[in-house]
């Protein structure tokens, strides 16, 4: 017969809130011990050192993208300046940020390399 009454809180605290013995001798998550060549297979890994990304950009690519850019936040941080600036300042950086836009597109490849469906991972 069991000592577990239904009106206990639980198995392992009792009214009182003091841990019960667990019953039978298995062994908790605590006792747990790994064996220590799987430890030494997973210490080997090293993980690979990133590329700088404008290493082997082209220097168009680059070009258009410093302008593009550049613009953009030029056409967000000019009007909160104290400056007096000219009137054309805004249609000369709407200009600079469509030459850049222009010379990203005109960067994409042509056609596609392979003939695969796209899905690969």
Do not use: C
Request: proline letters at 12%; zero cysteines; a negative charge.
């Amino acid at each position: 017969m069991s000592t577990y009454r239904d009106d206990e809180p639980s198995r392992v605290f009792g009214r009182e809130g003091r841990s019960r013995p667990l019953p039978g001798p298995g062994q908790g998550p605590r006792d747990h011990s790994v064996d220590d060549s799987v430890l030494e297979e997973i210490d080997d890994f090293e993980p690979p050192n990133p590329k700088n990304p404008l290493a082997g950009a082209k220097p168009a690519v680059v070009l258009g993208a410093v302008l593009s850019i550049g613009a953009i936040l030029a056409l967000i941080i000019v009007p909160f300046l104290p400056l007096s600036t000219p009137s054309w300042t805004v249609p000369a950086l709407i200009g600079v940020v469509l030459a850049g836009l222009v010379i990203l597109f005109l960067q994409m490849p042509r056609n596609r390399s392979g003939s695969g469906d796209g899905a690969q991972v």
